[in-house]
């Protein structure tokens, strides 16, 4: 049962963390672009 609960919390935590990499990978690309068209 602890290494289910285990294995569950921790894909969750991969989850959220690619989630939040790929926002700010978007974040970051979207500043690109607006300083690329404001040149």
């Known amino acids: 049962v ?3 609960l ?5 894909n969750s935590v991969l ?5 939040a990499i ?3 990978i978007r974040d970051v ?3 690109v672009v607006k ?3 404001s040149w």
């Not at 989850?15 to 989630?19: A, E, K, M, P, T």
């Open 15 to 19: 989850v959220s963390s690619n989630l």
């Open 2 to 4: 602890f290494k289910s």
């Open 35 to 37: 300083e690329l068209t």
């Open 22 to 24: 790929l926002v700010a």
């Open 6 to 10: 285990y294995e569950h919390s921790s």
């Open 29 to 31: 690309c979207k500043l």
